[in-house]
């Protein structure tokens, strides 16, 4: 059996057209990530705006968004295998919201104040790099 290129995400699209969002297929499960274009000198960026996850449906969740006058342009929809639990695809949600928190361009939208899961009573975090020895 061929080994699957990469663990968590089965399928993706990037940088679509906020208009493509009904062509994301009902009922896939996983994270998408809202932007806004902004054109540079010689490239175009796409500013994050918001990440989101989706456990029943990100057709669904886009469409949500897209209803609202929210300032974004583009979204990105990475599906996770059917063997992911969505506690996982929640976790991963909150990771990488959790790397918006202090960003001075990130959306409000995209901030959180921090990912619940990573409190320093459930996850052992060393403000020096150190790193411990064993976890248990």
């Not at 061929?2 to 940088?15: G, M, N, Q, T, Y």
């Not at 609202?68 to 976790?91: P, Y």
């Not at 949600?93 to 990130?106: I, K, M, N, P, V």
Request: hydrophobic letters at 35%.
């Amino acid at each position: 059996m061929a080994e699957s290129p990469l663990r968590l995400i089965k399928c993706c699209v990037e940088f679509q057209l906020r208009e493509r969002v009904k062509a994301v297929p009902k009922g896939r499960r996983g994270l998408y990530v809202l932007y806004r274009e902004v054109a540079g000198e010689k490239k175009i960026f796409y500013d994050v705006v918001y990440v989101g996850m989706a456990t029943r449906g990100m057709r669904g969740r886009l469409e949500s968004h897209a209803k609202r006058k929210a300032d974004w342009t583009h979204f990105s929809a990475f599906e996770v295998w059917d063997n992911i639990r969505d506690e996982e695809i929640v976790e991963l949600e909150g990771l990488f919201r959790h790397l918006y928190r202090h960003d001075s361009h990130a959306n409000g939208l995209a901030v959180q104040k921090m990912f619940k899961k990573l409190k320093r009573t459930q996850v052992p975090i060393n403000d020096r790099g150190e790193w411990p020895d064993s976890y248990h």
